[in-house]
């Protein structure tokens, strides 16, 4: 089974934050290498991410230096969509594959549940549904008394939503070729030609299950959305201090905290974790630096 991580778009919500979602550093590395690595304790190895011509190069340079996978690089040239990047990666899409939007926060049980129904083979396709309890900017999902999808809804008007899941780009598809016939016939002005594609195979009687998913889910759309992902990130880290660190004997640092290469931290300064500070950084003297702060390399916390 491959997995497709859909690189290839860009972020229109994210001012002042012009960095691709899945390039943002969490914890000292992008968001992308944290992706690939929850896809592999999931047991996937092989992977498909398709990029556009601003940031193929970046992708490359991440998946080389992660061992004991195989990336294929396939080119968006332009941001049109799931459908536009499924096709512009036609030729390395061959039987059962995982789409993925690398840009959303999971836990490796959104895979293992998604691939353990797939491996019944009692539907064509298999999408995770999340049950939200406010309005989401997103597609909703109608579904029948056997969680079959009946039809997407695609970005609904709050109180017009048909039902209250939300779809979570983690989708299996058993048969890729199918799913790019599909595609090649769907007739929309919308930039929903792959959710029309699936709305299409379940009118021709192809069954897609909805697969219940109730762990951790964060969609980054919005800059703010950021914080709950750094905080899940720290949350489930493990401390460390980095060798070349070096700590006043007059400072104090307690709880859960990452320092990485090479940090300094001042006389009288205060770190209480969950905390994590990057390479290089400085924390001043009678600073304090509190739960869920995330520092990048290079920086100074200045005296106080």
Same mark, same amino acid.
């Given at each position: ?7 290839g778009g860009?972020?229109?919500r994210?001012f ?6 899945f ?13 690939i690595?929850v896809?592999c304790?999931a047991?996937l #190895?092989h992977?498909v991410i398709?990029g *556009?011509?601003?940031n193929?190069a970046?992708i490359?340079?991440?998946t080389k230096?992660?061992?004991g ?9 332009? #941001?049109?969509g799931i459908?536009?990047a499924?096709? #512009?990666?036609?030729?390395f899409?061959h039987?059962?594959?995982l789409?993925?939007?690398?840009n959303?926060v999971f836990?490796?049980?959104a895979?293992?549940k ?13 999408i995770l549904?999340y049950q939200?309890q ?6 909703y999902l109608?579904?029948n008394s056997?969680?079959?999808l009946?039809? +997407?809804?695609e970005?609904? *008007?709050p109180?017009?939503e048909?039902?209250?899941l939300v779809n979570i780009l983690i989708?299996?598809?058993n ?16 930039d929903?030609v ?6 299409n ?7 897609i299950k909805?697969?219940p ?5 964060a969609?980054?759309?919005y800059p703010w959305h950021?914080f ?6 720290l949350?489930?880290?493990q ?5 070349s660190?070096r700590?006043?004997?007059?400072a ?6 990452i320092l990485g290469d090479n940090?300094?931290?001042l ?8 905390v994590? +500070?990057g390479a290089?950084?400085?924390i001043?003297n ?5 739960d869920y702060s995330?520092i990048? #390399? ?7």
């Amino acid at each position: 089974m491959k997995a497709v991580f859909l690189c290839g778009g860009r972020g229109k919500r994210m001012f002042p934050i012009t960095e691709n979602k899945f390039l943002l550093d969490f914890l000292g590395k992008p968001l992308l290498e944290h992706q690939i690595k929850v896809a592999c304790e999931a047991g996937l #190895s092989h992977f498909v991410i398709i990029g *556009n011509p601003e940031n193929i190069a970046k992708i490359e340079q991440i998946t080389k230096k992660i061992p004991g996978i195989k990336a294929d690089l396939a080119l968006q040239k332009e #941001s049109s969509g799931i459908a536009d990047a499924l096709k #512009s990666a036609e030729p390395f899409l061959h039987g059962q594959l995982l789409v993925i939007n690398p840009n959303d926060v999971f836990s490796s049980s959104a895979y293992t549940k998604i691939i353990t129904e797939a491996e019944k083979a009692s539907a064509t396709s298999y999408i995770l549904g999340y049950q939200v309890q406010k309005y989401f900017p997103g597609g909703y999902l109608q579904v029948n008394s056997q969680n079959e999808l009946l039809h +997407i809804v695609e970005k609904p *008007n709050p109180g017009e939503e048909p039902s209250n899941l939300v779809n979570i780009l983690i989708h299996c598809h058993n048969n890729s070729e199918e799913l790019l016939r599909y595609i090649e016939t769907v007739q929309t002005t919308r930039d929903d030609v792959y959710e029309c594609a699936l709305d299409n195979m379940v009118k021709e009687g192809h069954k897609i299950k909805v697969v219940p998913y109730d762990d951790f889910w964060a969609p980054i759309k919005y800059p703010w959305h950021i914080f709950k992902a750094m905080e899940y990130f720290l949350d489930n880290a493990q401390p460390y201090i980095a060798p070349s660190t070096r700590i006043s004997e007059k400072a104090n640092v307690e709880g859960k905290v990452i320092l990485g290469d090479n940090v300094r931290v001042l006389e009288n300064s205060v770190i209480r974790g969950p905390v994590y +500070i990057g390479a290089n950084s400085i924390i001043g003297n009678n600073a304090l630096v509190r739960d869920y702060s995330h520092i990048g #390399s290079n920086s100074v916390i200045g005296y106080s």
